[in-house]
């Protein structure tokens, strides 16, 4: 086994036979942290962003912090039913794409997935930015290395889902249940000790700003809709119905539904004591989160307990990219198997994962890091577009499907499916409204702009289809055969090319690029030693270029004979350890890449596969003295 290969299974583990697959499913307590930490993580975030838009109203505006939470609560269980739906009709994942190209059409179903893998890459993002916020509210000295713990994250996510689904749902479960026992634990303990036991909440050392702009239906409107990032990864379990162990349908939807009212619970518990607590969150203060601040107005200066909130906050945001980890690589490989992405995505790796689409993921994930500094404030508007747009093309897709195939209690699946979609697109239309200037105009721009080139991919591979196709298709007799053989000098490594070049073909030529004259000299004295039957072309380079003259000899020759099928043999010599490459011009390949383009030529290597020192002591000692081992 090959270092490398040794150092493939250090970092990923041993490869998974096919038949694996099946065990590689998840049940329901693995699936809710896996599928689901992107959806209740986006709590620990929603109510920040409210605040961020109602505290330019003071404090009236702060008190509709509470109402807009119940709004968008309304919203998630509208939209979670309307997913419950297509959990059960498209069993095998109905993700939005799926649902708008069977539905609507071809067209929109590329927007949808446009606008998901878009989602996708700023939900991983977002999560991990606003896990170091949390990290940094703690540890304040950490925030001028926001970036780099940011990259640090990605890193690690993704390599550990480079090691399976099932792995990644083991490890990722713990996190996800301490953050719901100790985020619970916190707001039931708030509520308790507020309204049952009498106690005063802590007062914050903060100043509610003086407002600088009235309550408005715009100001509400803003509020509303970056609070509507609540909403973000409820679609993750329906694109993943096939992760669930059977029946996958009904384990999906429980799922589903637990994962909405535990979201539903977080987000309100959040809200209420943020409110109640008169907790003050404006543009410049993201060196501490709004959890920060509400584990300060429940439990004081208690260190143990609000270290422990915000620990668990940061473990499940940092986490919740994992969703992502789990559905964009499934869906490129579904739209790379429709020809609409490259079919390297549709690749099952050593662990049963779609490692290129993972790979894909935290490279583009890491650079929206980069270019927005890891500040969750400047990420959060770009966000909403995407989740509504794939929203609303889904549950219209959906009514379309019951029409289509009816069934029973049809009229009520459709009015169900219909009401959301109605439902996200009145959102949809806010947040384009609200969020255009914010940065959201990016996310306009960037998703036509991904339909176009999952277009031209598309327009690709049919092209290549039509140039491949076998109807019509006649043998046709083999051309004349003129073979080069690239010489360089004349020892072991040449002569098994020169015996290929005579087997395949009776017009051989040898070509020689002179650079240095003096050897050129010397390989006509060895040439007419131990080669006599093939002619020695030497085409001069007054540059010292070596592919250039090559690529021009082989040209004229095509020119020449036109009809003819040329064939480059490129000796190769093999070295016995890696680091001797190293050691070696290893200009063949650069000759490969320059002639392989040129139409009617083919490029072979033939290779001659030097011994191990110990097993030729003589060269080896021949060498050692400056002697040359090929006379």
């Known amino acids: 086994m090959s270092g490398w290969s040794i150092l493939r299974r250090i970092i990923f583990g041993a490869p998974l036979p096919t038949e694996q697959a099946e065990f590689q499913r998840l049940p329901k307590i693995l699936a809710l942290p896996v599928f689901a930490s992107d959806a209740l993580s986006s709590s620990a975030y929603a109510t920040q962003e409210i605040l961020l838009n109602l505290t330019l109203a003071g404090l009236v505006g702060m008190r509709f912090t509470l109402p807009l939470t119940m709004a968008i609560l309304v919203l998630l269980a509208i939209v979670t039913t309307s997913y419950t739906q297509t959990v059960y009709a498209y069993p095998s994942g109905g993700g939005a794409y799926i649902v708008a190209s069977d539905n609507l ?22 999560s991990v930015a606003a896990g170091i916020q949390q990290l940094t509210s703690l540890a304040p000295s950490l925030y001028p290395l926001t970036t780099h713990l940011c990259l640090l994250v990605i890193l690690t996510i993704t390599l550990t889902n480079l090691r399976g689904v099932k792995e990644s749902g083991t490890l990722f479960a713990f996190p996800v249940y301490f953050f719901l026992a100790s985020m619970y634990a916190m707001i039931v303990w708030g509520i308790f000790s507020h309204h049952v036991l009498r106690q005063p909440l802590h007062p914050l050392n903060q100043t509610i700003p003086a407002a600088t702009t009235v309550v408005t239906a715009g100001l509400l409107l803003k509020a509303f809709s970056s609070g509507c990032a609540a909403l973000t990864g409820v679609e993750a379990i329906s694109n993943g119905v096939r992760a669930f162990r059977p029946p996958e349908s009904r384990n999906a939807a429980v799922t589903l539904l637990v994962m909405s009212a535990l979201l539903g619970g977080l987000t309100l518990g959040i809200s209420y004591l943020a409110q109640v607590g008169h907790v003050v969150y404006t543009h410049g203060m993201d060196q501490e989160s709004v959890v920060s601040l509400v584990a300060r107005v429940v439990f004081g200066d208690n260190v143990v307990w609000r270290g422990m909130i915000l620990i668990a906050t940061t473990l499940i945001l940092l986490l919740a990219a994992n969703t992502s980890y789990a559905d964009f690589p499934r869906l490129s490989a579904i739209l790379a198997r429709d020809g609409f992405m490259p079919r390297q995505l549709a690749n099952l790796g050593d662990r049963l994962v779609y490692s290129n689409g993972i790979i894909l993921l935290g490279v583009f994930s890491s650079i929206l890091i980069v270019a927005f500094h890891g500040h969750v404030d400047r990420l959060i508007p770009l966000y909403a577009v995407g989740v509504f747009l794939s929203f609303t093309l889904s549950q219209a897709g959906m009514v379309k499907h019951w029409f289509r195939y009816r069934g029973k209690h049809w009229q009520w699946k459709a009015a169900i499916n219909g009401l959301g979609a109605v439902t996200t697109a009145v959102v949809l239309t ?55 053989v690239l010489v360089h000098n004349v020892h072991r490594g040449v002569m098994p090319a020169l015996n290929y070049a005579r087997e395949i073909s009776s017009d051989v030529r040898a070509l020689h690029i002179e650079i240095d004259p003096t050897n050129t000299q010397i390989l006509k004295t060895r040439w007419n030693q131990w080669v006599q039957d093939i002619p020695l072309v030497i085409v001069e380079s007054p540059y010292r270029s070596l592919v250039g003259p090559i690529v021009e000899y082989i040209r004229q020759v095509r020119i020449d004979h036109p009809g003819h099928l040329v064939t480059v043999v490129v000796p190769e010599f093999v070295v016995t350890r890696w680091w001797e490459r190293f050691l070696h011009a290893n200009s063949a390949f650069l000759i490969k890449m320059a002639v392989a383009n040129i139409p009617g030529v083919v490029v072979t290597n033939v290779r001659y596969y030097l011994k191990p020192p110990q097993a030729n002591g003589s060269s080896s000692q021949n060498l050692l003295y400056g002697r040359n081992p090929s006379r």
């Open 105 to 126: 059409s071809v067209q929109l179903g590329l927007f949808a997935a446009a606008a998901l893998l878009t989602d996708y890459v700023l939900t991983v993002a977002v």
């Open 430 to 484: 806010v947040v384009i409204v609200e969020k255009t200037l914010q940065g959201a105009w990016i996310v306009l721009v960037l998703i036509p702009a991904i339909v176009w080139i999952f277009q031209r991919v598309h327009a690709h591979y049919q092209y290549l289809r039509s140039q491949l196709t076998m109807i019509g298709y006649e043998t046709e007799p083999l051309p004349p055969h003129t073979v080069l």
